[in-house]
């Protein structure tokens, strides 16, 4: 194993997303790229708590979670300084400003580039 394999199966990223079959398919997606999934969070304050738990190094939001955004979880983030990027069906100007230019991923997500944003997310 590389040793960029192994610091990667140390990084955790937090899935916050509330639809359960995209959550699982996203998990699976990070396990599989070598990173470990945490979550999936499908709301603003299980997201919170997750954070609080200092384990996150790093996250995937969607932005729609059932009727609220996922922006309380991206302020606190950023806070943090913890890299993160949204994943929506949304383009970047219809994102909240003062996130326009955080990174954007699509749905249906493709796993190669998720694995692309992760690395740099993570500069590894």
Do not use: C
């Amino acid at each position: 194993m590389s040793s960029s394999e192994t610091s990667a199966e140390q990084r955790t990223i937090m899935i916050v997303e509330d639809d359960w079959l995209i959550a699982d398919d996203l998990a699976h997606t990070v396990k599989d790229i070598g990173y470990r999934a945490l979550g999936p969070a499908h709301s603003v304050s299980a997201a919170l708590d997750i954070l609080g738990k200092g384990e996150v190094d790093a996250a995937l939001l969607d932005v729609n979670l059932r009727g609220e955004t996922s922006y309380p979880v991206a302020d606190a983030m950023a806070e943090q300084g913890i890299p993160f990027a949204f994943l929506s069906g949304y383009t970047t100007d219809q994102l909240k400003p003062g996130f326009q230019d955080r990174p954007l991923l699509s749905k249906p997500l493709n796993p190669g580039a998720l694995r692309d944003r992760l690395s740099l997310m993570l500069r590894e």
